[in-house]
């Protein structure tokens, strides 16, 4: 059953881990959301079962930036400034969609170990941190976060998963976020090929973390797999053709996906297409 239809449980305060996570997404100006999910402390009060009422016009986000298909984001060169300012603006938009998606798996879905919904309030706590690396990058190049437009296909997908946790761990952290891992050198290495060491050094940043946060995904979807009598190759092939998952094309980082738990047989799978 979607949890959005089911009624909030009585007698639990705001200060639940999986409370606050909600109050969080709703935040709608980027300042208070980062602000919001500093404040959620690591042993906040926190039930399992709970099941919530959603908050109107969920996710919160700011005005700007404008949304628009992805095939209306244009691509700039590396040579000029507003290229990379571009750049570094999608790579943003990217991190601020990843705060919102580890929010919502943390109120969404109930009924987990507690161990789920504090692993899930760690990426949205380093996603925050990588937002705001790429935010105050951006201000040095004298951009805003919104002075680009941006596209919403991370959240498109979180939309289509909302009433099956397996569906969500399979194709949001082990699909396109685990993209990032693949894409990340290539990005790093055109920025620093394009003299900004700084904004090569953040990439580098946000890699290191990635990998454990597609690894958490990677576990918890075999967790689910293991529950549900699945084997996970397999439940993953049905899982992208159900809910329409991008079709993923190398290169691929086979190192980093190694180091955030994807096994042998996977990575062939992935590279067999």
């Not at 980027?30 to 906040?44: M, N, T």
């Not at 958490?216 to 053709?241: D, F, H, M, S």
Request: net charge negative.
């Amino acid at each position: 059953m979607d949890s959005n239809t089911i009624p909030s449980a009585e007698g639990n305060g705001p200060n639940c881990l999986r409370a606050q996570a909600l109050a969080a997404l709703a935040a709608t100006e980027w300042p208070e959301k980062l602000a919001a999910v500093r404040a959620i402390e690591d042993d906040a009060a926190l039930d399992c079962q709970r099941s919530f009422e959603p908050i109107a016009g969920l996710p919160g986000r700011p005005e700007r930036p404008h949304l628009v298909a992805p095939a209306e984001v244009k691509h700039r060169s590396m040579a000029t400034l507003e290229g990379r300012a571009a750049l570094l603006h999608a790579l943003a938009h990217i991190e601020f969609n990843a705060v919102n998606l580890a929010l919502d798996i943390i109120w969404r879905f109930a009924g987990m170990p507690e161990a789920f919904y504090r692993d899930w309030l760690r990426v949205a706590r380093e996603e925050a941190y990588h937002f705001d690396l790429l935010r105050q990058r951006l201000a040095a190049l004298g951009v805003a976060y919104g002075d680009f437009p941006a596209h919403n296909g991370l959240w498109d997908m979180a939309e289509r998963t909302r009433g099956d946790l397996l569906a969500r761990l399979a194709l949001v952290p082990r699909t396109l976020e685990a993209r990032g891992l693949d894409a990340s050198p290539m990005i790093r290495n055109k920025l620093a090929g394009a003299g900004d060491k700084d904004s090569a050094a953040i990439v580098d940043i946000i890699l290191r973390d990635e990998i454990g946060h597609v690894a958490i995904g990677n576990y918890w979807y075999k967790q689910q797999c293991t529950l549900a009598g699945k084997e996970p190759v397999a439940c993953y092939a049905e899982l992208a053709r159900r809910y329409d998952a991008p079709r993923l094309r190398g290169p691929f980082n086979l190192e980093a996906r190694r180091a955030a738990g994807f096994d042998d047989a996977e990575l062939a799978a992935l590279q067999a297409g």
